[in-house]
């Protein structure tokens, strides 16, 4: 357990309107990522982190934004969602103390009507 | 482009038989290598990783697995599978320190009597 939380956990929302997941996590990681999961497709990469105000574009990173303002935070923010957002979100740390595994948080249900 | 292939989709074995899943990856250099398991609804927990030395590595809950450099491969074995063991598998691949994993699209298994 890598002390990451991730809220809310489950959330419904509209086409066009703005969402912001968050991740938040306790042992002061450099690292950060947010990835999501679609059937059929595994988990894609969206954005990453390494390090406060830091941050990189992923695989599909359309449409998303990321925010770090504090190492413990990162955050994703859907701009105006779309229905082709409706996912699940996981964001991920990494130890670079143990072979930068990555450990992953308990996953945000979005769903965009 | 680095890519991962998990080339079943669905696998289904008996309880008690033994268990193989398959991993192959596509990069110039020896990356890190890694298998987690997703039970339905819930989050990732890493089984195990390889990234230098023995090339036969175990994990938790009785699984191992093995880096063939040759075939660009890193399979999954379990001697005797569990009705518990069935969820999605999925393995990754980071190409160095933290960057962001490249995840296959995973293969769900099914356990049956």
């Known amino acids: 357990d890598a002390g990451i939380t991730q809220s809310p956990r489950h959330k419904v929302t509209e086409t066009g309107t703005p969402v912001t997941l968050r991740c938040h996590q306790t042992e002061n990681h450099r690292y950060m990522y947010w990835y999501r999961q679609d059937p059929g497709h595994g988990l894609r990469l969206i954005h990453y982190?390494?390090?406060?105000?830091?941050?990189d574009k992923g695989e599909v990173s359309d449409g998303y934004s990321v925010s770090r303002s504090k190492t413990e935070d990162f955050l994703l923010t859907l701009e105006s969602a779309t229905s082709s957002q409706t996912s699940v979100y996981f964001c991920?740390?990494?130890?670079?103390?143990?072979?930068?595994?990555?450990?992953f948080g308990p996953g945000t249900r979005l769903t965009v009507t | 482009a680095q890519s991962v292939t998990q080339p079943d989709i669905h696998i289904t074995v008996s309880e008690g038989a033994s268990l193989e899943l398959r991993c192959n990856y596509s990069y110039g250099a020896t990356p890190y290598l890694f298998w987690y398991v997703q039970s339905p609804g819930q989050g990732l927990q890493l089984l195990l990783k390889?990234?230098?030395?023995?090339?036969l590595v175990q994990g938790i809950k009785g699984f191992e697995a093995e880096f063939k450099r040759s075939q660009s491969s890193f399979n999954l074995r379990k001697p005797s599978v569990h009705w518990s063991d069935a969820a999605e598998y999925f393995c990754a691949v980071g190409f160095s320190g933290n960057t962001p994993l490249v995840f296959g699209k995973g293969t769900r298994l099914s356990v049956i009597a």
């Open positions: 982190s390494y390090g406060v105000k830091d941050t």
């Open positions: 991920a740390i990494s130890r670079p103390d143990r072979a930068y595994e990555q450990y």
């Open positions: 390889y990234f230098s030395g023995d090339t």
